[in-house]
């Protein structure tokens, strides 16, 4: 199985209307240096190659079939009437499905009330079937929208996918209007949404009633590492670093763990500067040279130096776009990259290789001159040795040196392959790993052993060592003999020490007779003592995770309902006792809680700290809430207090979900027949009107 080397070739996949089709040649241009999709390469029965008329004519399209949701509950088609619907079928091993996230989430806020973005995850690899480990990976990119696990890939046979990714696109009646298949497509969805989008406004058969869902990434995050990828251990230096990916920032300390430095704000961004202010996004690989840390700025699709003495960070490659090219040289700064995933130190040079993941290729990126050069890997994506120009690898995703030859994580073929570094002629060849889809868990020697979505690398006392991650196992591997062994770990995932288990690990550094893990989806680093065979777990003393940016809530739409003069007590503090409109047949989510605003606009210096935020949890239809006031009020006083609320308010009789906000508006005046109490109800909203922001 190869990737599409040409526009024609994942064309021919497209089932598209006739306008639809006109905006793919209007956009043809820019589109056809992207990746195309990654075909399934799986025998025709499991999946259906379909013509517009037999899609057209299905008897009934559903998104029955999946064996479970994530971020939301359950949905019907048939709810969403009124509402363009864009299912995109993915995977989460899949880098051409990374890259359309930031397209999907453009879209959703561009169209936030018309169009419901549904993820269809249709697996390749046996563990990712499993709910609980697509929801980490829904929790680690931030993915807002529902998520079906069509883990028997039942959805993808009836909708026709033929590659990851693949969108299909549902009009506001249910009719499918057709699907494109590969990333880079923005241009093409963007046109043909806009054009359904005032289509339907101007028929007056359009749903513009917002939807939100419960997103896992919105879960509090209390943890000092959220998803870390990489990690590198300097045995000169004592010194541990730490790709803290899903925090978007990289963890400095020692061997032990003893003390943390931290470089990054945890915002997400490419902002050059001091630790503080530097920001990355979804860092990965990283390379100490010298004094300088380099950082694979995997998202940014950029390396980047952290300079341990001046502790400042810059940019030395990439920028900060995705690049598309399979071949030639560029200044470090001036030349885009993708995805660039783990970095080594060439031996003997000051060269570091870089595993492109996105475009399939090693890179090299040369410190002294400030260039880049396209390397290993002609781009396509398969496995085949061969010299270095012609080779193939698949989403290459870690990389070890022996002080001699490179050796690769080929991550989608779950192969070890190899660099060897003849001056004349270097070439690769693969020391384990057969295909596209020969994957499983089987130790052994050459053509028998299996590996599965194998992510990092790393060389030591003589021995490579493999993160197995999606076996949840470390390994061992005799490069010249091609003999692998299981180390440590099970096939079951877990954090315990004893029995050894880890949960999808995806990086390794050797220091000394120690072998440090970046254990992904436990969120820890463990350390396994090479001599005795034994897992420990590294504590971080004073890491904490980044702290959430301080801003006050805002309540669009938002009902506003102003009341009469209310008479309050003399006191510090006013209680006020909420009742939420609710309509019939709605109830409050009982999982999302609920922020509140409360503000004097005409008055500063009312409230105890200028306005008071907080969430109410767990969310009700009635509460109370305490606003403190700065000082004991008097008779007489007068203010206006603005309470301003949101809901998460769900159908009794489905899983759809809406945001529902809510500004009362309430004069107050301090009298001695006051009450402490002040209720405000649904009552309130029976002569309501919209709220201005």
Not at 68 to 73: P, Y
Not at 433 to 461: E, I, S
Request: include cysteine; hydrophobic fraction near 35%; charged fraction near 25%.
């Amino acid at each position: 199985m190869r990737q599409p080397k040409s526009m024609a070739r994942w064309l021919l996949g497209l089932v598209m209307t006739s306008s639809l089709v006109m905006s793919i040649a209007a956009c043809i241009l820019q589109n056809q240096a992207a990746a195309g999709s990654k075909p399934t390469g799986k025998p025709a029965s499991r999946t259906i190659p379909i013509e517009r008329t037999s899609f057209l004519q299905t008897p009934k399209l559903s998104l029955e079939g999946g064996v479970d949701w994530i971020n939301s509950g359950p949905i019907r088609l048939e709810e969403l009437r009124g509402k363009l619907v864009l299912l995109d079928f993915w995977t989460y091993c899949c880098i051409n499905c990374h890259h359309v996230l930031p397209d999907l989430a453009k879209l959703e806020q561009k169209y936030k009330d018309e169009l419901v973005v549904i993820g269809v995850h249709s697996p390749k690899f046996d563990d990712e079937r499993q709910t609980e480990n697509i929801r980490r990976k829904v929790a680690e990119y931030q993915i807002k929208h529902p998520v079906i696990n069509d883990a028997d890939q039942v959805l993808w046979n009836r909708f026709g996918a033929t590659g990851w990714p693949t969108m299909v696109l549902i009009d506001v009646d249910g009719t499918p209007i057709g699907k494109v298949s590969g990333e880079g497509n923005y241009a093409i969805l963007d046109h043909e949404i806009g054009l359904r989008v005032a289509k339907h406004k101007a028929k007056g058969d359009l749903n513009t009633t917002p939807l939100q869902f419960s997103a896992e990434s919105d879960k509090p995050d209390t943890e000092p590492l959220l998803y870390p990828g990489k990690v590198l251990a300097d045995e000169k230096s004592k010194q541990l670093f730490i790709a803290d990916t899903a925090h978007n920032r990289v963890v400095l300390t020692d061997l032990n763990g003893r003390k943390s430095v931290v470089v990054g704000s945890g915002g997400i961004g490419m902002v050059d500067g001091d630790y503080a202010k530097a920001e990355f996004n979804r860092p990965q690989g990283l390379c100490l040279v010298d004094d300088t840390l380099y950082v694979a700025d995997t998202e940014n699709h950029a390396i980047r130096a952290i300079h341990l003495k001046t502790k400042k960070v810059t940019t030395v490659a990439g920028t900060g776009q995705q690049g598309h090219r399979r071949s030639g040289a560029g200044a470090g700064k001036s030349t885009s990259l993708s995805s660039p995933w783990d970095l080594v130190l060439i031996p003997g040079t000051k060269t570091l290789a870089i595993a492109m993941a996105g475009t399939h290729q090693i890179w090299r990126y040369d410190i002294p001159s400030d260039s880049v050069t396209v390397w290993a890997g002609e781009g396509s994506e398969n496995i085949e040795d061969g010299p270095v120009h012609t080779a193939l690898f698949s989403q290459p995703s870690g990389l070890a040196t022996d002080g001699k030859n490179l050796f690769v994580a080929d991550s989608e073929v779950s192969a070890i392959r190899e660099i060897v570094l003849d001056k004349r002629k270097p070439v690769v060849r693969t020391i384990v790993g057969q295909g596209l889809f020969v994957f499983a868990d089987v130790d052994g020697k050459g053509d028998v052993v299996r590996l599965q979505h194998c992510l990092g690398v790393a060389y030591g006392n003589g021995k490579l060592f493999i993160a197995d991650t999606y076996n949840n196992k470390i390994k061992v591997c005799d490069p010249a003999t091609r003999t692998v062994e299981t180390l440590v770990g099970n096939k079951q995932h877990g954090d315990s020490n004893d029995p050894p288990r880890f949960y999808q690990p995806g990086g390794l550094s050797v220091a000394g007779t120690n072998l440090y893990v970046a254990d992904t989806n436990n969120g820890l680093i463990r350390v396994v003592d090479l001599g005795e065979k034994t897992v420990k777990t590294l504590e971080i003393k004073g890491l904490k995770p980044p702290a959430p940016p301080k801003r006050n809530p805002t309540f669009p739409r938002a009902k506003l309902a102003t009341l009469k003069m209310a008479k309050v007590a003399p006191g510090k503090a006013i209680k006020f006792e909420v009742t939420l409109p609710l309509e019939p047949g709605y109830k409050i989510s009982p999982d999302v809680a609920m922020p509140y605003l409360v503000e004097t606009p005409e008055k500063i210096g009312i409230l105890a700290k200028g306005s008071t935020t907080g969430k109410i949890n767990p969310p009700a239809e009635v509460f109370t809430v305490d606003v403190p006031l700065a000082q004991t009020t008097k008779l007489g006083d007068s203010f206006t207090v603005k309470l301003s609320f949101g809901s998460f308010v769900c159908s009794k009789d489905s899983s759809l979900c809406a945001v529902k906000n809510f500004v009362w508006s309430i004069p107050i005046t301090i009298a001695a027949d006051g009450s402490e109490r002040v209720s405000i109800s649904s009552a309130d909203f029976e002569k309501s009107e919209p709220a201005t922001d």
